[in-house]
Each structure stands twice: as structure tokens, then as C-alpha cells.
């Protein structure tokens, strides 16, 4: 059972457009919520986070939304760049003792120029 | 570079071999934890340790063991390898374990078993 869902595997958007890519979650343990990016043959980085009680988060061109009551997130990048087409990961986590981050299937994301 | 290293970035076994996979992070950190890649899974949990001298299983430990070696260095370990164990190996750490603490990964290591 998947807990942390992300049911676009891909997504074309042209240079200049926004970009939303979406996470739903199951668990309402999950307390904290992160997305990372990935270029080929190199690890994931860490982009962006948010916790619980916020509803958004902005740091540049990257946004995250958090709707609890619906159990979903999305990052949107605004503008966006050919630089920020790689598989992008949603995660998720919890403090409570023994709980562990767990990550989404991946969205690939192509932006073209 | 401060970071995580891993080695080696490629492997090719057969299957029974075993081998071990090294990962080591110079940024103090005290968490440090073992994925694998694959295709339409995301990244899923071997094991972890949240700090020096404990380890603990995550999601798929089955086929694997590790070593907290010292703060800086956590070895995964394949003591027979089996071709559903194919897959791209993620070592990472991070100051602290869950809540919002990003994790730095390495940049992984692609093992292929015959």
C-alpha cells in the first residue's frame, strides 16, 4: 500500500509556464512533507519542505502547497526553466518515535524551451 | 565537496556472490539510512541508523545487512546476491532523523546481478 502517491509519472510544460506537480498522501501521521529533485546518474537533492501546520511555503520560484483536509500537495515552479526538467520526488514524515521518510514514485518533468 | 560518498557508482555480480556497498558523509551527521531506486517504486527504505551504534529496518531489509561503522561511515551488505536485488543503491544522511530536516544523498551505485 502506497502511502505517499504521485500519479503523474510525467509532465511537459513549456519555458516560461508554471509547472504543478502533485503528491496525495494517506497517512495523517505524516507531519512534515518535502519534495526532491533528481538529475540522471547523480542522487536526489533536497528542494523544498513544509510542515503541518503551514499551508504554504515559497523559496524562490518553488512553492508548496499543503491541503490536510484533502491529504494533498503540490509544487509549483514559477517560471519554469529547461534547468528543472528532472524526476521530481514527493516525501513525507513523521516525528513520532520510529517513523520513517517516506518517498513517492517520482514525476518526471520536462520543460521545454 | 562536503557530502556523501559512495562506491562503487557501478556493480556487476552474479547471482550468490556477495559484496558490500560503502557510503561515507563528512557534515557530522548523525542519521544515515540506505534506498533503493526502482522503476515506478520511488525510493524505498533497506535500513537506517539514526545515530552512531544503533541500525534499524526499514521497508525492504530482506536480503541485506548493515554496519554503523563510526558517525561517519554506514556499509550496506549483500551476503548472496539475487537478481530481484538489481536496482540503484542511495546512501544518505541527515542532522536528524524525520520532521523537516532534508537528506543529503550520494551519488549512488548501480548494481546489476546475473
Known amino acids: 500500500d502506497q502511502q505517499v502517491k504521485q500519479n503523474s509519472p510525467s509532465l511537459s510544460v513549456q519555458e516560461g509556464r508554471i509547472s504543478i506537480l502533485n503528491c496525495d498522501y494517506t497517512?495523517?501521521?505524516?507531519?512534515?512533507f518535502l519534495w526532491y529533485k533528481k538529475y540522471p546518474a547523480e542522487g536526489p537533492t533536497f528542494l523544498i519542505s513544509?510542515?503541518?501546520?503551514?499551508d504554504k511555503n515559497e523559496d524562490g520560484r518553488f512553492t508548496v502547497f499543503l491541503n490536510k483536509s484533502a491529504k494533498h500537495l503540490s509544487l509549483h515552479i514559477v517560471p519554469s526553466q529547461p534547468g528543472d526538467s528532472a524526476v521530481y520526488f514527493c516525501a513525507a514524515s513523521g516525528n513520532t518515535g520510529g517513523f520513517k521518510t517516506i518517498f513517492g514514485a517520482g514525476t518526471r518533468l520536462f520543460v521545454k524551451a | 565537496n562536503a557530502g556523501v560518498t559512495q562506491t562503487p557508482k557501478f556493480q556487476v555480480l552474479k547471482t550468490g556472490q556477495s559484496m558490500t556497498l560503502q557510503c561515507a558523509q563528512d557534515?557530522?551527521?548523525?542519521?544515515m539510512y540506505w534506498y533503493r531506486q526502482d522503476p515506478g517504486m520511488g525510493l524505498r527504505l533497506i535500513y537506517y541508523s539514526a545515530s552512531e551504534g544503533t541500525t534499524d529496518k526499514g521497508e525492504v531489509p530482506n536480503g541485506y545487512n548493515v554496519s554503523r561503522l563510526n558517525k561517519r561511515e554506514f556499509s550496506l551488505r549483500l551476503e548472496s546476491a539475487a537478481p530481484s536485488q538489481t536496482s540503484v543503491y542511495f546512501c544518505?544522511?541527515?542532522?536528524?532523523?524525520?520532521?523537516?530536516?532534508?537528506?543529503?544523498f550520494g551519488s549512488g551505485t548501480r548494481l546489476t546481478v546475473v
Open positions: 544518505a544522511s541527515s542532522e536528524r532523523r524525520g520532521g523537516g530536516y532534508g537528506y543529503t
Open positions: 513544509i510542515s503541518s501546520i503551514k
Open positions: 557534515m557530522n551527521h548523525n542519521s
Open positions: 497517512n495523517s501521521m505524516f507531519d512534515y
